[in-house]
């Protein structure tokens, strides 16, 4: 090889990042069209975590997806100007696996250039352990030119902030020199990033949010803390969302795709899923999880500690002090549990059988004259369904109790 070839700096302009960088080192590589690199494959990889217990097996996939990595980085050494490109995997065909890949393996990836024509690449990619051939496919890539980065000359933006490929700063934003965004986020005039805070792909900040800013907790000392966010949340008109704090363990995470409405608040330490919704003014105080497809209604609030659990809708003006209980209806100050998030569960594809099981739980629950431990002990003792076990679960992990206390009225407000 006449030099070094940099992995890490190229492997971050193809889609991929850890546990799924899987190129270790480049052991050959022809300009003409072929570059060998080597994979150690390691009992430590996230990946054998479930696949499989017991008997850790490299998923297919990451076979696949180490040969297009190394593909890409043929592609991207070959270019004149490879921070100006990202290489994406766009097709595979006559795959075939032969033997499985194991900790202690030693994968050998060889790809070969069959055609290029424009931004297109087809080759040929070959995994082997020692002499034995584990997986082969041919592989179709694209090298796409990547989205400039636009900065409105009224932005304060950090020369040390890190924003990816296509990211748009409105007028009179602010960006720390901490903060990182991933590709395609929008932050729009006058919003407000700061602290170590880690953004994802695709985030949209609206004027006047605060995000990342110091947490309002009195012991706070200015300690280090993080904020990070996944891709695609939306993040409305003066939304506050705050990082860490040391006695919380330093972070506060946000996941994917979620909905903060104008003026709802996150505090420090919270740990919020995806696909949640935040009405106006909604609030939670440190320490708050909230699961996956909850819904948190307008001026709610979520005491600190407490849970709000997965596909849980919170009404309007409902203050929670225990624990909301996943697939519930919860209203009310003090909340109450006006039934199951009907609704709701059918708009996310929940089968007839699967709210039926959990309709049952939730009669056991608030309905039979059992008292906590004996409606658990009952539902543990009949055929066990995933969401039950979630609900059971749930409850025998609370901390701060649950709201299992039932409403009298007969007509539940408004699922969702």
């Known amino acids: 090889m006449p030099h070094t070839i940099d992995i890490p700096g190229l492997i971050r302009q193809i889609p991929s990042q850890y546990p799924f960088v899987l190129v270790d080192r480049v052991l050959e590589h022809d300009p003409g069209g072929r570059l060998v690199a080597l994979k150690n494959v390691t009992g430590s990889e996230e990946f054998f975590q479930g696949h499989f217990p017991g ?204 909905l903060f409405m104008a003026y709802a608040h996150v505090a420090h330490d919270c740990q919020v899923g995806s696909h949640t919704i935040f009405a106006n003014g909604a609030t939670l105080a440190g320490h708050v999880e909230v699961g996956d497809y909850a819904t948190i209604g307008a001026y709610s609030g979520v005491h600190q500690f407490c849970r ?41 594809g929940f089968s007839p059988e699967s709210i039926a099981a959990i309709r049952h739980a939730f009669r056991v629950l608030v309905q039979s004259r059992l008292n906590t431990t004996g409606a658990l002990e009952r539902l543990e003792q009949e055929p066990p369904g995933p969401e039950v076990r979630t609900l059971v679960e749930f409850i025998r992990t609370a901390q701060r109790g649950v709201i299992l206390k039932r409403h009298g009225r007969r007509h539940p407000p408004e699922e969702g």
């Not at 924003?163 to 395609?184: D, S, W």
């Not at 986020?185 to 953004?199: F, K, P, S, Y």
């Not at 409305?236 to 860490?244: K, L, Q, Y």
């Not at 919860?330 to 998030?341: E, H, K, L, S």
């Open 55 to 258: 008997q850790p097996v490299m998923p297919g996939v990451l076979l696949m997806e180490g040969l297009a990595q190394a593909a890409g980085i043929w592609l991207l050494e070959d270019a004149p100007d490879p921070g100006g490109l990202e290489v994406h995997l766009v097709g595979i065909d006559a795959a075939k696996f032969r033997r499985p890949a194991v900790p202690g393996d030693q994968l050998r990836l060889e790809v070969t250039v069959l055609r290029r024509r424009g931004a297109l690449c087809r080759v040929r990619g070959e995994v082997r352990a020692g002499e034995h051939r584990v997986a082969e496919a041919n592989l179709l890539l694209l090298a796409a030119a990547v989205p400039p980065v636009q900065v409105d000359p009224t932005a304060r933006v950090a020369p040390q902030a890190v924003l990816g490929p296509g990211v748009r700063v409105g007028a009179y934003a602010v960006i720390g020199p901490q903060v990182r965004l991933g590709k395609g986020t929008v932050v729009e005039a006058h919003a407000v990033i700061e602290g170590d805070t880690v953004a994802g792909e695709a985030n949209h900040f609206y004027p006047f949010c605060s995000v990342g800013l110091a947490p309002q907790d009195l012991k706070y000392r200015g300690e280090a803390t993080r904020l990070v966010m996944g891709d695609g949340n939306t993040v409305r008109e003066f939304v506050t969302i705050h990082r860490g704090t040391a006695g919380g363990g330093g972070l506060t995470r946000i996941g994917d795709h979620n």
């Open 308 to 348: 709000v659990g997965p596909h849980a809708f919170m009404g309007g003006y409902t203050v929670a002090t225990k624990d909301v209980l996943p697939f519930s209806m919860t209203v009310g100050n003090r909340a109450c549990i006006y039934g199951v998030n009907t609704v709701g569960l059918q708009r996310r």
